[in-house]
């Protein structure tokens, strides 16, 4: 039986929720879905232009996006928020300019907050974010990837999995190499499972990233 289902969709509902809540006709509903996606995109562009660097990152773990009559709410999930409140004497309130340049004239009214992630190495986007940095700076992938599971363990999480695809190490040939630490029930729907996919710019190439944590039952 093939597994190419996306574990957050498979789970969407139980335990996992939208990142965007608004209601719209279906006439209109493609023209919002690509607004949701050009603020991510804006949100994410500027992180990388002005924040990431080899030595930190943004560590953003999700945007959420909510529409009202009037009002675009935006919740930036992160585990360093002091990065986005100050960075290199912008901030947050740049990034709240470049993303109203975006919108819809008849939508200025835009509210971005930030929210504060306690444990923000037990979120697979930013998890694999630094595994991409570690690559990138030509760090072995198995390191990377024991240092990754290392950082991971700290929180309260049940079992993690990593997974990166391609050209390791600059080998000719493409490959799949994996690890797990822990209990990873990807079958289970009530499972509590976090996945993301990243992919990390090296000098052979694209390198994809995976990650699966599996959150403990509270």
Known sequence: MGQKINPLGFRLGLTQSHRSYWFAKPKKYSKLFEGDREIR????LYVQKHIKNSSNYGGIARIEIR??????QVEIYTGFPALLVESRGQGIEQLKINVQGILNPRDRK???TLVEITEPYGEPNILAEYIALQLESR?????TMKKAIELAKKGNIGGIKVQIAGRLNGAEIARVEWAREGRVPLQT???RINYCYY?????YGVLGIKVWIFRNEE
């Not at 760090?139 to 390191?143: C, I, K, N, P, T």
């Not at 992919?199 to 000098?203: D, R």
């Open 67 to 72: 529409r009202k009559t009037d009002l675009i």
């Open 41 to 44: 995109n804006c949100i994410e």
């Open 199 to 203: 992919a990390a710019q090296t000098i």
């Open 110 to 112: 835009l509210r971005m």
């Open 189 to 191: 729907i009530k499972a």
């Open 139 to 143: 760090v072995a992938f198995r390191r």
